[in-house]
């Protein structure tokens, strides 16, 4: 059945394909069910697949080449399919197929909505791409295709100004990141001569000085930090938000943004060899997960709460993952895709029923008008704050534990972990109750509805997974990690320590923080509004900073793309214009200038020129004189 | 003392110098013209004096081309010049700078 | 077959000549349907081509001046196979793109055949003295074209364009006479056949100096940075026509030379320019992007990034490392695609809206939908997008440069950032946001013919982005055989990525004992 | 010794007519010197034994080409006196400086031990004798082809004098007083 693989990407690509040229013509639900039937038919092919894998048969990984692509640098399209890209491929076409179906209900009534779903689908392809590449130059086309989809569909609603800019600042900000990745892959070919997973992993101990290694992992590390939106490139995600919700839901929470993980969790082998550079992806990881944990808090507009709180998430996989507990990482990649998604859409939801207003405070008291989505948000807000037995407490618990087996620095970060832990539920807390608690604070002329039964069904689908997800990879049976394990042969796992009085410790602890964080979000925001500003007063000018995510962007505004303009501006009008064309210019001018003075020789006086000739004569025959040795 | 062919030679020199003086100093073109005939005239008298030294006949031949140049030249000089001064009253060379650059 | 290459496209200029001008409407078409005879035997010339010889293929040589040894001889190999197949695409489409143009149709025509059958003579020609030839006759088509159907500052830019290019040239000349000699002192006669020229032993300034002759040329051609101030005002004021054939193969006669004779002819003198050479490409690659962030005109913004991608090209060439080299060469065809379809459909705005300024645009894509979808697909091909033709050659150039040229890569490939910036934020001023101009409102969107002039390119763009074998094989033997020679001759050693690989092996083997 | 006397006397009238030529203020005057210089200069080629051509100078220059120039002369009325100032700038001082480099460089050559007037073939025993036989053999022998272009010359001459004066007759009559 491996050869069946290609057909993975071969559907959606299809579906996109198909669609563009016929969408308008198939109309408004069927074009929406084709491309959900397109990934719904990958996601078959891929459970078929995943079979040998479950049952543990696949122990090494499959190879199905297409057709070789660029082999002067060992680059072909060609499938590699271990545990590790099974996973990922389930994650992408499950949540994928269910937010395809979503979105047939929101995008109910978009004059181009076949038009978005030609975008979701060919975003489909690139992410299985992305997943499946055996090699890292097919790794690289399906990371640049993601972000050519992102730009596409965050600036799906053209129309909007702002929408274009932040899909252009998107596609921009990855663009850095995969200069990193690019950078990376030159130093990789430099070694190693190819590029193709198999000639890399296995003799990368052999090849590799710790030096270049380290350096391989740095720059991997930049590339995942554009694409997985960490903290020195991640100020694209929250203008991601101008996107319609599925967009945010998908690639903005589920897949895309998981990419950097999985590209670390498949370099593995690169970064056995540089401890130092996975330190840094998880000092990366706890800090983007600490500050961005903290402007979550401020935010007001229940997409950006969830951008930021994407962004915090992130960070703790980037934790795990740099301190070696690439399961850990993958684990929470899973669940956080569950409950994320289903974050997002219970918002898009809430925004279509709410005619597309996005500021929670003028939201409250949504429970009664909108119950499913209200329950479903509520699991998904336990599921994220690390309540037991729900899906984010086993695997934000299992990176904490990783964390604090690491070592003194590893328990440095537990600490940040917990602390991001708290803030975490707190504003997820926050969130709802602003949302669906107290009192209704609607503009007039507002009356929410529960959305149809297209858009619950997959909320209610993903509430059960975010229930049950966890248990897939629990202290007491680690299915998950057996499961990953031939992914990660001959590296040692990072895992939480066996002992269970440990275990029990860590996990009182953390799941306290949670409880911790929802008190207080609970008894702040359970309030009239007047409660909610003197408690943000407590907290004085932090609050203000929170709520402008620390004026990041003016920042980078004022440092990079203010003087880079006026760098291009002084190099293209000051010194392209004036100096080069100048000179090239000047000479025609010199020439004149020269041709003008020499005019007044020609006087026209027969006599001036008798003068003129005589002198040539003269200086002649002194020359010969003189040259031929006369005098 | 005898006569050697080269003072055949500087006599032809001077008369060519005093002919070319005339050209640049005077500013009638009849005189202008006399003055390239005599620069002619002392190209003749070198080609002859060279033929005497040398022993070749070859220098006298040669007189008679520049013979017929010169004559050639006056005729079409002197037509040009009653042309030109058909219109214009003085003989003077300087008003025709009509060609100045 | 090379002869008829160039004789069909000179005869066709001439049948279009005899047609009478009142008969005006009849040249375009006759012109159209007489350039495709040579995209057939274009066509035919590809697929025959062997792909495993780097020796020169389907060669001709008659003997035109036998004292001086020159000699109407002519060939084609992987380098040049490329760019014989993209001239002869671009004639076609060109034409078809130039209905607008109602005054002397006859005399264009005329002009863009003659400037074909010039090109591929450029690129076929293996005797120097008539590349020289065929690389001087290539201009006055295009000063003409450009002077007389270009628009406001057409006459200048002409008259900068052919002064320009002669001044390089004529340093050019030099050199070609110079090696003639040479050829005459060493072997008794004089000859400008290259493979003859190729055996010649040079002191090293001799060498040097020939190399430098050469590369003025050719950088005044490509263009490379301080020599580049001609493309955007040749660009700006040529008509669409001759902007497409301008960006899309005048400018590869720069690189195409720069692979063919400085590297081909001067080894040693070659790896000794690297890093000047490099240098520059760099520097063009960077200032080009960052300069085209600015550009107020659209046409301006795709010169410069033109600027930026060749110099991509140069530093390809000179990476000498074989995957840069087939990066190179690629790319030259690759660019040609890309930026030819851009000028295009600049070309088409400047039909509907008569200005080409960014200013005076805005919300297009709510009103030219089909168009705004081609514009954007174009500019992602042009950014190097995977899947498309702009990646596979900027990627292999970049991979294939790291090995002997670190540092100069790792800038180079900031250039990937510019490229996104200056396209996407015109792509955005021009077309997203709600159309503000009432002209803006009533522009209409692709007719059937623009679609049928765009629709071949964008094919190839996707056909060469996903499966550009089909080029990769016709060039390796060709590029391997310019690094072999280079090599043999000199002391410089072509970095085997992956050698070293097997180098640390071996090395760490050594020291376990 | 009587050809260096002869020598001398000659010289002294050739550069005497020479000088009236250019000193002379009225053209006939100068006309009258240049005849006188061209007589000299038969003369001595007599002495040089170039009968032929002394016969052809006298015939040819002093009686055609000198009538020609007094016949213009008088046509065009200019046989009045002219004022010898110089209108043109820097003429003069331009010419002086010509005069004093050319004197400079004669004296430099003559001094000079250096420059000495070797013939390129030895010198002959024995002169040439210019009689018209001698001189019409290479005259159409040797340098038939150089005779007959002198020929066309002439011709062309003739015809470019007759054009030159039938385009002015079209031309209004000015007044040329």
């Known amino acids: ?245 599925p967009v945010s839901a998908l690639i903005h929470a589920a897949t895309m943004v998981t990419a950097g993980v999985y590209v670390v969790s498949r370099a593995a082998a690169i970064f056995e060899l540089a401890p130092a550079a996975g330190y840094a992806v998880a000092t990366v990881g706890a800090v983007t997960a600490l500050w961005a944990a903290t402007i979550a808090i401020g ?90 037995p729900l899906a984010g407490f086993w695997s934000k618990d299992e990176i904490l534990g990783v964390a604090f087996e690491g070592g003194t620095y590893g328990q440095v970060l537990w600490v940040v972990g917990l602390i991001t832990a708290m803030l975490t539920a707190f504003y997820m807390t926050r969130q709802w109750v602003m949302v669906f608690m107290g009192e209704p604070r609607w503009d007039d002329g507002v009356h929410p509805h529960e959305s149809p039964r297209v858009m619950t069904i997959p909320l209610v689908i993903l509430a059960v997974l975010s229930v049950v997800g966890g248990l897939v990879n629990t202290p007491f049976r680690l299915g998950l990690e057996h499961f990953l394990h031939p992914a990660f042969e001959g590296i040692d796992l990072a895992h939480p320590s066996e002992e269970m009085s440990v275990f029990a410790i860590l996990a009182a602890v953390s799941v306290l923080a949670g409880v911790a964080g929802i008190a207080v979000g609970y008894l702040v925001y359970n309030r009239p509004p007047a409660r909610w500003t003197k408690f943000q007063e407590g907290f004085g000018g932090l609050w203000t900073a929170w709520e402008q995510a620390y004026r990041v962007d003016d920042i980078y505004g004022a440092t990079i793309v203010k003087p880079g303009k006026r760098l291009a501006d002084a190099a293209a009008f000051k010194f392209d214009l004036p100096v080069i064309d100048g000179l090239v210019n000047g000479a025609g001018w010199l020439v004149r200038t020269v041709g003008s003075k020499l005019r007044v020789v020609q006087t026209g006086l027969v006599r001036n020129y008798g003068v003129l000739f005589v002198a040539g004569v003269l200086a002649a025959v002194i020359w010969m004189v003189v040259a031929g040795g006369g005098v | ?47 002859v004096a060279a033929g005497r030294a040398l022993g070749l006949i070859d220098g006298q031949v040669s007189v008679f081309f520049v013979l017929v140049v010169a004559a050639a030249e006056v005729v079409i000089g002197l037509a040009i010049i009653v042309a030109v001064f058909r219109q214009r009253s003085s003989a003077s060379v300087d008003e025709l700078s009509g060609l100045s650059g | 077959m090379l002869t008829s290459l160039i004789v069909v496209p000179a005869v066709a ?192 300034s001799q060498e040097r100096w020939l190399f430098a002759a050469f590369a003025i040329a050719f950088a005044i051609k490509v263009p490379l940075f301080p020599v580049h101030t001609w493309l955007p005002d040749a660009h700006v004021e040529a008509p669409t026509a001759g902007s497409v054939l301008l960006a899309g193969v005048m400018l590869k006669l720069g690189t195409y030379g720069l692979l063919r004779f400085n590297l081909g002819l001067f080894p040693q003198a070659s790896v000794d320019f690297i890093p000047l050479m490099a240098t520059l490409a760099v520097i063009g690659i960077v200032y080009g992007a960052i300069v085209a962030i600015v550009q107020p005109d659209l046409k301006k913004l795709v010169a410069y990034s033109s600027v930026s991608h060749l110099g991509f090209i140069v530093l390809g060439t000179f990476a000498l490392t074989s995957a840069g080299l087939q990066g190179a060469v690629i790319q030259n065809i690759n660019h040609g695609l890309t930026t030819g379809a851009l000028f295009l459909l600049v070309g088409m705005l400047y039909e509907r809206r008569h200005t080409k300024k960014i200013a005076e645009f805005g919300g297009l894509a709510k009103v030219m939908p089909i168009f705004a979808g081609v514009f954007l697909f174009t500019t992602f091909a042009s950014i190097g997008l995977p899947g498309l033709n702009g990646f596979v050659g900027e990627f292999l150039v970049l991979i294939g440069t790291y090995p002997t040229l670190q540092v100069f890569a790792i800038i180079a490939a900031s250039g990937v950032i510019f490229a996104a910036v200056y396209l996407l934020w015109a792509y955005e001023r021009v077309f997203t946001g709600e159309p503000d101009r009432e002209e803006n409102k009533v522009l209409s969107d692709l007719s059937g013919r623009e679609i049928a002039v765009l629709a071949p390119l964008v094919v190839l763009m996707v056909v060469l982005g996903l499966y550009p074998k089909i080029l990769l094989d016709r060039t390796a033997a060709s590029t391997e055989a310019v690094l072999d020679r280079i090599e043999a001759v000199t002391d410089y050693e072509v970095p085997e990525p992956g050698r070293l690989a097997d180098v640390f092996v071996v090395a760490e083997s050594e020291e376990g004992e | 010794m009587i050809e260096t006397i002869l020598f001398f006397v000659l010289a002294a009238t050739s550069l005497a007519g020479a000088i009236t030529v250019i000193a002379a203020r ?4 100068s006309a009258m010197g240049l005849l006188g210089t061209l007589f000299s200069l038969a003369v001595i080629y007599v002495v040089n034994l170039a009968h032929l051509v002394a016969a052809v100078q ?119 007083e």
């Open chain 4, 58 to 176: 006298v015939i040819v220059y002093a009686g055609a080409v000198m009538t020609l120039f007094l016949f213009v002369i008088m046509l065009i009325g200019v046989d009045k006196a002219e004022e010898r100032d110089e209108t043109l700038p820097y003429q003069r001082q331009l010419v002086i400086g010509l005069a004093v480099i050319t004197c400079g460089l004669a004296i430099a050559l003559a001094t000079g031990s250096g420059f000495r007037w070797t013939p390129a073939a030895p010198a002959a025993a024995q002169a040439p004798n210019g009689t018209i036989e001698n001189v019409a053999e290479p005259l159409f022998g040797e340098w038939l082809l150089a005779f007959e272009a002198t020929a066309l010359l002439l011709t062309i001459a003739a015809a470019g004098a007759i054009a030159l004066a039938y385009f002015r007759r079209g031309a209004p009559e000015e007044v040329a």
């Open chain 4, 26 to 29: 009225n053209p006939v005057h």
């Open chain 1, 1 to 245: 059945m491996i050869e069946l693989l290609p057909l993975v990407i071969a559907l959606p690509l299809a579906g996109a394909v198909f669609l563009h040229f016929f969408g308008r013509r198939i109309g408004e639900p069927a074009s929406g069910w084709i491309a959900t039937l397109a990934i719904g038919a990958a996601f078959v092919v891929g459970l078929v697949n995943a079979v040998p894998a479950f049952t543990g048969e696949l122990h090494h990984a499959e190879h199905v080449a297409i057709w070789d692509w660029m082999p002067a640098i060992g680059a072909s399209l060609e499938i590699q399919w271990d545990a590790l890209s099974v996973l990922m491929t389930l994650v992408v076409t499950g949540v994928g197929t269910l937010i395809h179906v979503f979105a047939i209900g929101y995008m109910h009534g978009d004059p181009r909505f076949s038009r978005f779903f030609t975008y979701l689908n060919l975003f489909a392809a690139s992410m299985l791409t992305l997943v499946l590449a055996g090699n890292f130059a097919m790794l690289f086309m399906g990371w640049e295709l993601v972000g050519l989809c992102s730009y596409l569909l965050i600036s799906f609603w053209y129309t909007k100004p702002s929408a274009a800019a932040a899909g252009k600042k998107a596609f921009v900000v990855n663009r850095i990141g995969d200069f990193g990745f690019m950078v990376a892959l030159m130093l990789i070919f430099l070694n190693f001569g190819t590029l193709s997973y198999g000639g890399v992993f296995e003799r990368a101990g052999e090849v590799l000085t710790t030096g270049t290694a380290v350096a391989i992992g740095l720059l991997l590390l930049v590339g995942a930090a554009g694409k997985s939106a960490q903290v020195p490139l991640y100020v694209w995600l929250p203008d991601a938000m101008e996107g319609p919700t």
């Open chain 3, 13 to 204: 200029a001439l049948i279009v000549a005899l047609v009478p001008s009142r008969r005006s409407e009849l040249h375009l078409p006759l012109g159209f349907g007489l350039s495709v005879i040579p995209l057939a035997i274009a066509g035919v010339l590809f697929f025959e081509f062997e792909t495993g010889s780097a020796a020169m293929q389907f060669t001709e040589h008659v003997p035109w001046y036998e004292p001086w040894g020159i000699a109407w001889s002519l060939g084609v190999d992987g380098i040049s196979l490329g760019m014989i197949v993209l001239t002869t695409i671009l004639i076609p489409i060109s034409l078809a793109a130039s209905t607008h143009i109602d005054q002397r149709v006859k005399e264009f025509v005329v002009f863009t055949l003659l400037l074909e059958a010039g090109l591929i003579g450029t690129f076929l020609a293996t005797d120097l003295f008539l590349f020289f030839v065929f690389f001087e006759a290539v201009l006055v088509p295009m000063y003409f074209i450009i002077g007389i159907w270009g628009s406001e500052r057409r006459i200048y830019a002409a008259v900068k364009f052919f002064l320009y290019t002669a001044f390089g040239s004529a340093f050019m000349l030099a050199a070609i006479i110079a090696l003639g000699l040479i050829h005459a002192s060493q072997t008794g006669a004089p000859s400008f056949e290259l493979a003859d020229l190729m055996s010649l032993e040079f002191s090293g």
């Open chain 2, 1 to 47: 003392m005898t006569v050697t062919p080269g003072w055949y030679m500087t006599l032809a020199a001077v008369l060519f110098a005093i002919g070319l003086l005339g050209i640049l100093v005077r500013r009638n073109a009849l005189i202008m013209f006399m003055c390239v005939e005599l620069m002619l005239n002392a190209v003749n008298l070198t080609f």
């Open chain 1, 299 to 388: 935010q007001s507009d229940i997409k950006k709460v969830l951008a930021y709180s994407t962004v915090s998430q992130l960070g703790y996989m980037f934790l795990a993952a740099g301190l070696g507990g690439y399961v850990a990482a993958v684990f929470h990649l899973m669940t956080h895709a569950f409950f994320k998604a289903l974050l997002f859409l219970g918002s898009g939801s809430v925004i279509h029923g709410m005619a597309d207003e996005q500021d929670m405070r003028k939201m409250g008291g949504l429970r009664k008008h909108m119950p499913t989505t209200a329950a479903t948000m509520g699991v998904a807000t336990l599921a994220i704050a690390g309540i037991p």
